[in-house]
């Protein structure tokens, strides 16, 4: 996909998400206290309110729980068809990410898929897509 | 004795696609056809309430404020909310019962202007909402992946639906089918013409698995009901309509995150707030802003199990106007037109009042459930006829 993705205005919370490409990393806020994973990320943990929290690498491997094939072109830029998916993370499980699965023919894409994150990068912003895990 | 809440008048402007008339007049005339018809007058409203407030951000969606209404109508009001962070669209009602019930107010109008047809129409006047530069909160977490619509994040809920259980293309179909069938009853629906299945399935898809037919369209009107107290019922002219009980949650407030609909926590809490059973139900008019959504009010509210929605809706003959539970009687948001929650109030009353003409259930139905929401926020409504 080339199309312009829609730009994030970067703050304390969402840096380390969309830059953390850069060094091929996904970052999740984690707590330091508790361990639970907290997303969207915020300043205090959402299971026991601890400041002790921020972000934390995982390993970006995870399975699609549900997709949609997007067929509008909601922008005039869009090359449609693509895969709107909806990725649960293997080590953060209570973490949904909403994103594109690339790298396949948009029929190949199916729930419970085994998936690997992928970095695009636009204009220093690092979107997580994800394609289907090799061996698959 | 308890203290009751009615919906004592009910009004609609004309609905409509690239209207011209400002959507403040589009208000008031809702607003004076509802208080003729509850016969009060404007002088003894003493409340207001509305979702989501005015959106300065996303003009055509939300483009009245309390304010407005309570200066232009010369409303001496002692109570008023306007608020997007509140139970979804219905919660406006819900909220306007508790301030009667309260004390607070006697007499509330409750108003939903939509003016997005003619906002898409008129950018320079209503600029469209910014979703490429910038973006902040929960928008940052699926529009940058081409999810800029609500199409594309339900369309998920439906996809599993058809994956886990088994749910057809043909079963979703028959929220569309229903819905166009009651709007061609309807003299105000912008539908004119039934919708044929080799149509529905011939349509361009939008999100899979939604087409065309599965998703509103922008629309402009204005909603109105009046929600009066119990004691100042002998002030109203109509037949009242109880507010039995409502309910309303979030799931996870982000939608990338809620893992379910909050129909279903929603749907849970309603019958924990009255001693009515489902079986009671004599019409439902569930928020079908996308044809999956009533699949997750039928399941919420447990007209049948999870994953036995699409089921329920096989052939259309269990929802339809003289199935054991008509749906969407005036022809929901994909017939009517995208009304955003409050129709499904307004056609409730119409339902319970026997005043459907054309397009009213058999029987003398004296409960109905209104729904509004379908992803993270939900809110229902339980209405009686007593």
Known sequence: MTWQRSRVRLDDDNRAFWTGGREGKLYIHKCGDCGGFTHPPRAICRHCQSENIGPHAVAGAGVIDTYTINHQKWAPDMEVPFVIARVRLDDAPDVFLTTNIVNCQVEAVDIDDRVQVVFEEQEGLWYPLFEKARGQ | ?386
């Open chain 2, 1 to 386: 004795m308890k203290r009751e809440a009615y919906i004592s008048g009910i009004g609609m402007s004309e609905v409509g696609v690239r209207l011209t008339r400002a959507p403040l007049a589009l208000t008031v005339d809702a607003i004076r056809e509802a208080v003729a018809d509850a016969g009060l007058t404007l002088a003894q409203i003493d409340g207001v309430s509305t979702y989501p407030g005015k959106m300065s951000m996303f003009l055509g969606f939300s483009p009245i404020g309390v304010d407005e209404v309570i200066e232009t109508c010369g409303l001496k009001t002692r109570w008023h909310t306007g608020a997007a962070e509140s139970t979804a669209q219905l919660g406006a009602i819900a909220d306007a019962a508790a301030a009667v019930r309260s004390g607070l107010a006697r007499h509330v109008i409750c108003f939903r202007t939509v003016y997005e047809a003619a906002a898409l129409a008129r950018p320079d006047e209503y600029p469209p909402m910014n979703r490429r530069d910038g973006v902040t909160g929960n928008s940052q977490w699926v529009s940058p992946f081409g999810a800029f619509s609500a199409a594309c994040w339900t369309a998920q809920f439906a996809t599993r639906h058809m994956k886990r259980y088994g749910m057809t293309r043909e079963q979703l179909a028959q929220v569309a089918l229903n819905d166009h069938r009651n709007a061609a009853l309807n003299p105000r629906a912008i539908v004119k013409e039934p919708l044929t299945l080799e149509k529905y399935m011939a349509a361009r898809l939008i999100s899979t698995p939604f087409c065309l037919y599965d998703c509103d369209r922008f629309t402009d009107a204005s909603t109105v009901v009046i929600v009066s107290a119990g004691d100042a019922i002998d002030e109203v002219k109509a037949t009242p309509i109880r507010i039995a009980a409502s309910a309303g949650s979030v799931e996870r407030y982000s939608w990338d995150q809620a893992e379910w609909a909050s129909a279903y926590p929603t749907g849970r809490d309603l019958w924990r707030n009255t001693d009515y059973k489902p079986k009671d139900v004599d019409t439902v008019q569930f928020y079908d802003g996308f044809a999956f959504q009533p699949i997750t009010w039928l399941e919420g509210l447990g007209f049948c199990a999870v994953g036995e929605g699409g089921q329920f809706l096989e052939g259309g003959t269990r929802i339809a106007l003289d199935g054991e539970l008509p749906m969407n009687t005036g022809g929901g948001q994909l017939g009517w037109g995208r009304l955003h929650g409050f129709g499904f109030a307004y056609e409730s009353v119409v339902q319970l009042r026997g005043a459907g003409g054309a397009r009213q259930i058999k029987g003398d139905p004296k409960v109905a459930v209104a729904t509004s929401g379908g992803g993270p926020m939900a809110a229902a409504l339980l209405l009686a006829r007593d």
